[in-house]
């Protein structure tokens, strides 16, 4: 009652405190409002300034790295422009050697082109030139433009890029030519996607009047990949580049947020040798609006919430003016009610000594259970220290040396991370689930216990009650499972899904170089299929553990399966250069395993792909298939080495598996086409037959070189049906021709005469026709004969039984042997070019070809010379024992409709021959 009378008299006291700040509350809420609103104004425009600065900064740093990489390509193609200048006369083969020598081992593909700046009217002579010289494909193709300059590609390395760049061409206007004239670089945009060219005026010592030029070919997108490709990952930023008013670059190469829609940033021009490219920078408030990022709403929203904090603090003095009246009455009314609170405390008392009762009954119950449970049971203090255990608990963890020492529950935990999380958990008190952890004590050692408990107040004490399980051998079992599961059970390395994972973990977290190999016993095959798999599987094991005794201290080591095994090195780890690695990994490969008494010895090819982490643009998986490619080239140079993976590999894998899916879908009618080249007499004079030749155009692909698809018609199984098509146009042109004894020779690869389906083919064919067999030659070449002759003899004797003519192609350049020739149904030999060069000489060229000729009248075989290109070729050969001869001298390959022209043409000189 006395604590009422004083709560009163303090609420009088202060009655007179609330009333003056309600009478001038509403003038100090007004200046309250200017200063914040003043206050905000100024924040917001110190943040919009200190934004635009930033952006100025990021966009200046970018305009001087792509300035950088400008500068390069400058540099580069000056120094190929003097060293040129310098040289009176560059061949092509010095052309691509210098192209490979300064494109080299630069992070972009780039290509060295030469050009020539031509009207339409020139572009006949240009053609002419350049076949004359030996590139039969040339053609010139200008885009639709009656008339103007026109920059036309001449020459580009390295050759990969040859049949594509090859005589395309581009208009061009003065500022082009006046720009090149001052010895400036510019800039040149290809019709094809996103292909550019740095150009600059080459001299020509010859011919001082002709334009020439010399230029550097390169994907722009790719240079701007490589620069800004990671600028959102790094920055936050996205940029947009684009040039003549279309975009060439975005790093929003997804289109996520959606760029052309929003406004950039800031724009920055650059001048790209002559063309204009813009630069337009998004910022990362722009890409991810969030309030946390916009000031000016932050600001404005500070302010509102200032500006209502003041208006409820002036509300709340008003309610406490309006409210302290009915304070007093709240005090007689709480009087009031304390008589009434002290009989029900009094009825609380005598409650609470009749459950203390209950609770010492329940108590004596509890420690019985205490005692004597087989389970360890404990209390601890707020402080976490052990009050008490039972038995069981100390049987587990205690022994006698803690019996009567002051011991804190985290001094048995062996792990210190867990150790200190519970001692956090003691300090705030904080309840927990199951809890794992390695035990032990000066009496017990390696025990892992589940430990569960709860904090409880008792006693106006708190208390933590808990309970321990050992689970030692439940965790030693898992432990095992875990362990069997992330291992190759033979030779207990790592399998290729944890290996995968740890390649994951590599490339994307700490930063450093690694080295990844790739290795493949070779001959394993051989010794799993004579031996048996039981000593397959000791060379297996046997290796791992050479392996494990050479890199397993700074590798990891891992079976993919079968015979393939995978390495991951640290490159900070190793002792000895890389190389000397490689090659101490294959000699001890190469050293002998006993089995059952007898030395086995086997080799290995290594793939290696090197990485820099953190490696964002290839996955762990594609990082092992780029060192399995290197694996296989590798096997492909002669096995028992290694090869370090480079674009070049990727590339022509890729490449190679572009053109066996462009041949998975042919459209042989409309792609394919057949050209024919004359094959004449002794003398060049008359045309005894054609050799048919292969051309395929993809829509996709461009025109694609025999030399390169036909090898990969062979593996994937499309050479059956390839051949079927040139044989079936064949035999039309054949029906074309005026002359029934004019033969057709037809190219044939060894897997087409083993495949009964295309021999049983090839009979209905001609049985149909109604023209011989003995009209139609097949050609095989030496190499692929001799390699397939066991498995070929049958099928030749049957063609040459039937009337067909065999020869060998490319003769001179295999391994085969002259007693074979009396085996193999052989009727004529075709010298390869390469012996043709030089023959009109008296030196060794000539004296080869004279013994080639020799030996073939002395098996009485027919002998035709190909790739003659000089009339004193021709006449040397006319003097040799040499029946036929084709070449471009005489005729380069030609339209079905072409060869019928020459062909009316050869008996029309002849009629007025015999005329005459």
């Known amino acids: 009652m006395v604590q009422c009378y004083e709560r009163m008299s303090r609420v009088k006291k202060w009655d007179k405190v609330f009333q003056s700040p309600a009478k001038f509350g509403g003038w100090i809420y007004g200046v309250y409002l200017c200063v914040i609103c003043y206050v905000g104004f100024e924040f917001n425009t110190h943040f919009k300034q200190r934004s635009l600065h930033q952006l100025e900064q990021h966009v200046s740093q970018y305009q001087s790295r792509l300035n950088n990489q400008l500068q390069r390509f400058a540099h580069l193609l000056y120094s190929i422009e003097a060293y040129q200048r310098a040289s009176s006369d560059i061949t092509p083969e010095q052309f691509y050697h210098l192209a490979q020598s300064q494109l080299a081992g630069l992070e972009l593909e780039l290509s060295l082109e030469s050009y020539a700046i031509i009207e339409r009217s020139q572009v006949l002579s240009l053609e002419q030139k350049y076949r004359s010289l030996g590139f039969f494909d040339f053609t010139v193709r200008l885009p639709n433009r009656d008339s103007g300059l026109f920059l036309t590609t001449l020459k580009a390395a390295p050759v990969s890029e040859f049949g594509h760049l090859l005589g395309s061409a581009v208009a061009i206007v003065d500022p082009f030519i006046q720009r090149i004239g001052n010895n400036e670089l510019q800039a040149v945009k290809w019709h094809q996607a996103q292909r550019w060219s740095v150009v600059i005026e080459q001299f020509d010592m010859q011919r001082p009047q002709a334009l020439r030029a010399l230029g550097i070919g390169f994907q722009l997108n790719h240079l701007l990949e490589g620069l800004f490709g990671q600028l959102y990952q790094t920055s936050g930023h996205h940029m947009h580049v684009i040039a003549n008013e279309h975009l060439v670059f975005s790093s929003d190469w997804q289109n996520q947020f959606q760029l052309t829609e929003k406004q950039a940033g800031i724009t920055e021009e650059i001048d790209f040798f002559g063309t204009p490219i813009s630069m337009h920078l998004y910022t990362q408030a722009q890409l991810t609006p969030s309030l946390l990022n916009n000031y000016t709403l932050i600001i404005l929203a500070v302010t509102l919430i200032a500006a209502a904090l003041g208006f409820m603090v002036l509300m709340q003095v008003r309610y406490l003016t309006a409210r302290h009246d009915t304070i007093n009455n709240l005090v007689e009314e709480r009087t009031a009610s304390l008589a009434q609170a002290n009989q029900q405390i009094q009825h609380e008392s005598n409650k609470r000594l009749a459950a203390l009762q209950q609770h010492i009954v329940a108590e004596r119950k509890y420690k019985s259970l205490f005692v004597n449970s087989s389970e360890g049971l404990f209390v601890l203090d707020k402080y ?44 705030q008190l904080q309840p927990h689930e199951e809890l794992e952890w390695l035990a032990g004590s000066g009496q017990s050692r390696g025990v892992w216990v589940r430990q569960t408990g709860s904090w409880i107040c008792h006693s106006h004490e708190v208390i933590y009650e808990g309970r321990i399980t050992d689970i030692t051998a439940l965790k030693l079992f898992n432990e095992q499972l875990k362990y069997k599961a992330q291992h190759d059970s033979l030779t207990d390395l790592l399998n290729r899904q944890t290996f995968l994972q740890l390649v994951e973990a590599s490339r994307t977290e700490s930063p450093g170089q690694f080295v990844l190999l790739y290795l493949d016993l070779d001959r394993f095959k051989l010794i799993n299929d004579t031996l048996g798999h039981l000593a397959g599987d000791k060379l297996l094991i046997e290796f791992a553990a050479r392996m494990r005794e050479l890199v397993g201290g700074f590798g990891d080591i891992a079976r993919l399966g079968g015979d393939e095994f995978a390495i991951l090195l640290d490159v900070e780890k190793l002792t000895a250069p890389l190389e000397l690695l490689l090659e101490d990994i294959l000699a001890a490969i190469r050293v002998p395993f006993e089995y059952q008494g007898m030395a086995h010895t086997v080799s290995g090819s290594v793939g290696v792909r090197r990485f820099t982490a953190p490696c964002l643009n290839y996955e762990a998986e594609k990082l092992l298939h780029d060192a399995d490619v290197a694996m296989y080239e590798a096997k492909k140079r002669g096995k028992n080495d290694y090869h370090i993976f480079t674009s070049a590999i990727a590339d022509e894998a890729s490449r190679r598996l ?74 039309l042109f054949k029906h074309q021709l005026p002359d029934d004894d004019l033969f057709i020779s037809i190219n044939v690869s060894p897997i087409q005469l083993q495949h009964k389906g295309f021999m049983n083919w090839l009979m209905a064919q001609f049985e149909d026709a109604k023209y011989r067999p003995s009209h139609f030659k097949i050609e095989l070449t030496e190499s692929a004969m001799m390699t397939e002759e066991n498995s070929l003899v049958a099928p030749l004797q049957k063609l040459h039984g039937l009337g067909f003519g065999i020869y060998i192609d490319d003769f001179g350049t295999g391994y085969s042997s002259l007693s074979r020739l009396n085996v193999l149904p052989v009727d004529g030999v075709k010298i390869d070019r390469a012996f043709i060069n030089g023959i009109e000489g008296t030196g060794k060229p000539r004296q080869l070809i004279e013994a080639i000729c020799a030996m073939a009248k002395s098996f009485n075989l027919t002998v035709t010379a190909e790739g003659i290109e000089q009339l004193a070729q021709l006449q040397t050969l006319s003097t040799l024992y040499c029946q036929q001869m084709q070449g471009y001298f005489m005729s380069k390959p030609l339209s079905g409709f072409e060869a019928l022209q020459l062909l009316h043409h050869q008996a029309s000189k002849n009629l007025l021959n015999e005329v005459s």
């Not at 008490?388 to 210190?416: E, K, V, W």
């Open 658 to 731: 572009q053109v066996e899916r462009e041949l998975q879908t042919l459209d042989m009618d409309q792609e394919l086409s057949l050209r024919f080249q004359p094959i004449y007499c002794s003398f060049g004079k008359n045309i005894v037959g054609f050799e048919a030749l292969v051309r395929w155009h993809s829509p996709q692909l461009g025109v694609v070189s025999p030399a390169e698809f036909i090898p990969i018609a062979e593996e994937c199984a499309q050479i059956v049906k390839l051949g079927q098509w040139v044989f079936k146009n064949a035999m």
């Open 384 to 427: 976490g220290v052990l009050v008490d255990a039972n038995p069981a608990f100390r049987s587990l963890l205690l022994g006698d040396a803690h019996q009567n020492t002051r011991l804190t529950l985290s001094d048995l935990m062996l792990d210190g991370d867990v150790a200190e999380r519970w001692q956090k958990m003691v300090e």
